[in-house]
């Protein structure tokens, strides 16, 4: 039996990221507690939020949220939410 062996520092390619599926996030701006200081849009990575024409958040891309949580550490007004986006079952948005 011989095994592969992977250069340091990559994984075996049987445990690539690539096979993962991609955990995504819902990020939810409560709109009441908001200010609109901006500073979950100016502190997300991934350019997730963004602001409107009030300078407001909004979320432009919800789809390439890292779930890091910056946005809802650093509001000062407690109105940004990030949280695991429930999965879905396959085949059950067919039916």
Request: glycine content about 8%; proline content about 11%.
């Amino acid at each position: 039996m011989t095994r592969t062996e992977s250069p340091v520092g990559t994984a075996p390619p049987e445990e690539s990221s690539a096979s993962k599926p991609q955990k995504l996030f819902d990020v939810h701006v409560y709109r009441d507690w908001c200010k609109g200081c901006g500073i979950c849009a100016a502190l997300c990575p991934k350019h997730v939020l963004a602001r409107n024409n009030e300078g407001g958040p909004v979320v432009v891309d919800p789809d390439v949220c890292i779930g890091c949580g910056w946005c809802e550490l650093h509001c000062p007004d407690f109105a940004i939410s990030v949280r695991p986006r429930p999965s879905t079952v396959a085949g059950a948005e067919e039916e």
